[in-house]
C-alpha cells in the first residue's frame, strides 16, 4: 500500500483532533460505568468459582487489549495466560481444561477466528465470558455471560479505526481485574510478590533488617563519655554519628553531626562540654520488622539523615542512614 502524501500542516486543526479523541475516549469508559451491574457481578462469580485459570482471547486489535488483560489479572492474583485465537485453532486450545474460564474479546463479537473455537471451548466444559460491542452479536449470545463494552463512536474520524472500543475494552478489562483483586482480598504483599525484579518489588518486599547496620558495626558511647570520644567514635563509625547508651540499656541519645554544628555555632567547647547536653535525647527508633520505605517515609518527615533500629525490647539491633537506603534502591 503506497503511503498518502503529507499534507501540510496545519497546528490548530491538530490540537483540536487530538482533543476530541480524549473527549470521545473518556466519554466512551464513562459510559461505562452506567452499565456496570448483575453480568458483571456474574463474570466474577464465575471466575471466583473455578479452579481453573483464566484464558483471555480474541485477534487484532482486540487480541492485544487480551493480553493486557491476561498479563494484569495474573499480576493481580488471578492466574490467567492470553492465547491468540487463530492458533488456538491450531493446537493450542489444548491448553484450556473444563475448570477454565474464557474471556473472549471482539468489539464485533462476529469476529471468525473467536467464533471457530466457541463451540470447542464449550465442548471442554470451560465457561465463556464475552466482552463485545452488540449485544446481540452470535459471540454474545453463545457466552454464559457477556460483558457490554459497546461506544457511541470510535475517535478515528473515519469511525473505522478501532480506537475508544478498544480503550473501553481495556477499562473494562482492568474494572474486571480490580474487582476480582478486591474478592480475592490481594494485598500489597502478594503484589510485589508478583513483581520481585523490579522497584515495586524493592520498595514493598525490603524491610529494615534486610539493610540496616547490625548493632556490632554501630558506633556507640556510654552516657559518660567525653564529647571529644563521641566525635571518635561518629569518625570512626562512618555514619556521621554515634550512639550514647549504656551496655545493655535501651539508647539514651544519638549524636550526629548536625548535633555537632549546631553546637559550635552555639560556642560549644568541644574539649570540657559534656555530651549529654549536646545528643539529641529520645532519638527516632524504628522496628527491624517494619518496611524499609517506612523508614525512608519516616527520615524524610522528620528531615533526618540516620535512624536507630530497635529490638521488642528497646535495645539496639542496628541503625540505618539514607545512604545505606539509596544503596538498596529504596529511595
Known amino acids: ?24 475516549e473518556a466519554a466512551a469508559v464513562a459510559a461505562l460505568a452506567e452499565r456496570i451491574g448483575d453480568d458483571f457481578e456474574r463474570a466474577v462469580e464465575i471466575i ?40 488456538a485453532a491450531h493446537g493450542d486450545l489444548g491448553m484450556i481444561t473444563p475448570e477454565d474460564v474464557v474471556i473472549a474479546l471482539s468489539n464485533s463479537g462476529s469476529s471468525e477466528e473467536v467464533l471457530t473455537i466457541v463451540p470447542l471451548v464449550k465442548r471442554q466444559g470451560a465457561r465463556l465470558i464475552s466482552m463485545t460491542g452488540r449485544l446481540d452479536s452470535p459471540l454474545a449470545r453463545e457466552a454464559d455471560v457477556h460483558l457490554d463494552a459497546a461506544v457511541a463512536e470510535e475517535a478515528c474520524p473515519l469511525n473505522l479505526a478501532p480506537t475508544a472500543s478498544t480503550t473501553a475494552a481495556l477499562a473494562l478489562g482492568d474494572a474486571l481485574a480490580v474487582a476480582l483483586l478486591d474478592a480475592r482480598g490481594f494485598g500489597a504483599d502478594d503484589f510485589a ?65 548536625g548535633d555537632l ?18 545528643m539529641t535525647r529520645n532519638p527516632r527508633t524504628i522496628s527491624p520488622a517494619a518496611l524499609a520505605v517506612e523508614a525512608a517515609a519516616m527520615m524524610e518527615r522528620l528531615r533526618i ?26 529511595i
Open 48 to 87: 471466583l468459582q473455578r479452579r481453573g485459570r483464566v484464558i483471555v482471547t480474541g485477534i487484532g486489535k482486540s487480541g492485544h487489549i487480551a493480553r493486557k488483560l491476561a498479563a494484569t489479572l495474573a499480576s493481580t492474583g488471578t492466574p490467567a495466560y492470553f492465547v491468540h485465537a487463530a492458533e
Open 261 to 278: 554544628r549546631r553546637a559550635l555555632e552555639r560556642g560549644v567547647d568541644v574539649r570540657s562540654a559534656s555530651l549529654t547536653d549536646v
Open 305 to 330: 539523615s540516620q535512624l536507630l533500629v530497635v529490638d521488642a525490647q528497646g535495645e539496639l539491633a542496628g541503625a540505618l542512614t539514607t545512604h545505606d537506603l539509596m544503596l538498596a534502591k529504596v
Open 193 to 257: 510478590r508478583s513483581h520481585p525484579g523490579g522497584a515495586l518489588g524493592r520498595r514493598l518486599l525490603t524491610h529494615v533488617e534486610d539493610v540496616m547496620r547490625d548493632a556490632d558495626a554501630v558506633p556507640v558511647v556510654p552516657p559518660d563519655a567525653p564529647l571529644s570520644a563521641a566525635l571518635l567514635a561518629m569518625s570512626r563509625g562512618g555514619m556521621g554519628m554515634t550512639v550514647i547508651a549504656a551496655p545493655g540499656a535501651a539508647p539514651q541519645g544519638i549524636f550526629t553531626d
Open 1 to 24: 500500500m503506497t503511503p498518502l502524501p503529507p499534507q501540510p500542516a496545519q497546528p490548530h486543526r491538530i490540537a483540536a483532533l487530538a482533543r476530541e479523541v480524549l473527549r470521545i
